[in-house]
């Protein structure tokens, strides 16, 4: 069982950053992918990034690829999503999402455990 706590949301300006954490409980983070994904009012929980278990590997969606960074520390148990030149559109809820599968997934069914969320809002 893992548990996931997601931090660091807020109100920002378009233009500026956010740094998402992740703080995951357990003594098996280490094997698992870890995945960020975000929902906005009124669409469908999409895939934001992810990372492989040992950090070495990210994979990211087109609309954020540039501006987001994933990273892991596995001696802290916690995964990182640094946001830059944030803009509206990227407005919503923030999950992140531990995997057990050997391949980085980029769907939700992909992943076994999920945080709460935290909200970013984005103001233009």
């Known amino acids: 069982q893992v548990q996931l706590v997601e931090s660091g949301g807020g109100l920002v300006q378009a233009g500026g950053s956010l740094r998402l954490s992740c703080a995951a409980s357990g003594r098996t983070f280490s094997s698992y992918s870890m995945g960020w994904f975000r929902q906005a009012p009124g669409k469908e929980r999409e895939f934001v990034a992810v990372v492989s278990w040992s950090g070495v590997s990210t994979y990211y969606a087109d609309s954020v690829k540039g501006r987001f960074t994933i990273s892991r520390d596995n001696a802290k148990n916690t995964v990182y999503l640094q946001m830059n030149s944030l803009k509206p559109e990227d407005t919503a809820v923030y999950y992140c999402?531990?995997?057990?599968?050997?391949?980085?997934?980029?769907?939700?069914?992909?992943?076994?455990?999920w945080g709460q969320g935290t909200q970013v809002t984005v103001s233009s």
């Open positions: 999402a531990a995997s057990r599968q050997p391949i980085m997934r980029r769907t939700s069914p992909g992943y076994d455990y």
